[in-house]
């Protein structure tokens, strides 16, 4: 019996010898033809062999994610040509979220008998944190997916994609509560340097990617401005790292 197989992850010649391997090492596997165009796998077995089986196999290298092919996979939306809409319509939902952000932790300011600095970016980390985990978290395949084409803890390890707007959710709470906020701010500065490294790195390469910074609900361009909100971050917390240091 043969059956077709879909499987996210590779990328290269060496991805599909490295599952074809794989498979064919499991007890009932007759052949295995791997490629990187759909379907990626031609999998002829003695028995019937589950897709769970099959993915059991690749648990050594998490990014391979391998399902019938006839049932949907994660899907990374195609990048529309930055050139085909202006800036404001190409921009206009991560402009607006930084803008309700930003209102609302002005407000809050300004509600109060005197303007805090130091408060007013905490709210604002707390904010950022809170809405953009919620944007990743409305479709978490996708988002892993998308993020695992660039970032460079997301190409190693695709796990770190389901997990990272878990991360960021918490970080969103952590500065809401005001809990711990030394080590709350190392742990930012940690995390999103290391994302800020895969977008310079795009960035470089000139690679025309989607941004999975807010999830798979908008199709945004990997740009300046990705980067821009990582190392923004960066240096909030760190403005904080010394203010509770000292």
Sequence with gaps: MTHEYQITGMTCANCVDTV??????????????VQLNSPQATIEMEKHITT????????????????DYNKPKPQIQPLEEEDQRGFWETYKPILL???YILGATIMIEISTAS????RWMR??????FLVFS??????LPSFAASYSSYDVLAKRWFGWGYIYPFVELGLGILYLLNYQMFITNIITVLVMGISSIGVFQ????????RCACLGAVFNLP???ITLIEDLLMVLMAGGMIVYYGL
Excluded: C, W
């Design 115 to 118: 303007f805090d600095f130091m």
């Design 123 to 128: 709210h604002f980390m707390a904010g950022f």
């Design 202 to 209: 795009s960035l470089l390469a000139k690679r025309k990617i």
């Design 97 to 99: 979220v930084f803008g």
């Design 20 to 33: 074809k391997n794989l498979i064919e090492a499991i007890p009932g596997i007759k052949s295995a033809k």
């Design 222 to 224: 990997m740009s300046t």
């Design 52 to 67: 769970s089986e099959l993915q059991n196999a690749l648990k050594s290298h998490p990014k391979y994610q391998i399902t």
């Design 134 to 139: 919620f944007f990743k978290l409305l479709d």
